[in-house]
């Protein structure tokens, strides 16, 4: 059974950092991509950032580029989200995702970011 489990959240004041770690377990049958997700209240969940495994390429929101920083440990089978410069519309739930290269998506429980203005 293939587990995602987020830690690293918190609050925060604007400008400040918070790193967030994804620790990935179970057996899976080659991974695609990993990434995070962030929704905040009544709003859609929204792409933070992701990570093509194979070619290393990374892609990230507009609204976080220069400020974030998606990254693997393969031998500790973590995805970390690096978030510097906070600001108050950072503040969500935030959402760890794995994508096989066959079958469903993989999500975590999520890990709750406030920051302060």
């Known amino acids: 059974q293939v587990q995602l489990v987020e830690s690293g959240g918190g609050l925060v004041q604007s400008g400040g950092s918070l790193k967030l770690s994804c620790k990935v377990s179970?057996?899976?049958?080659?991974?695609?991509?990993v990434g995070w997700y962030r929704q905040a209240p009544e709003k859609a969940r929204e792409l933070v950032a992701s990570?093509?495994?194979?070619?290393?390429?990374?892609n990230y929101a507009d609204s976080v580029k220069g400020r974030f920083i998606i990254s693997r440990d393969n031998a500790e089978g973590t995805v970390y989200l690096q978030m510097n410069s906070l600001k108050a519309e950072d503040t969500a739930v935030y959402y760890c995702?794995?994508?096989?290269?066959?079958?469903?998506?993989?999500w975590g429980q999520g890990t709750q970011v406030t920051v302060s203005p």
């Open positions: 179970g057996n899976i049958n080659g991974i695609n991509a």
């Open positions: 990570l093509i495994v194979t070619s290393g390429r990374r």
């Open positions: 995702n794995l994508e096989p290269f066959y079958g469903i998506d993989y």
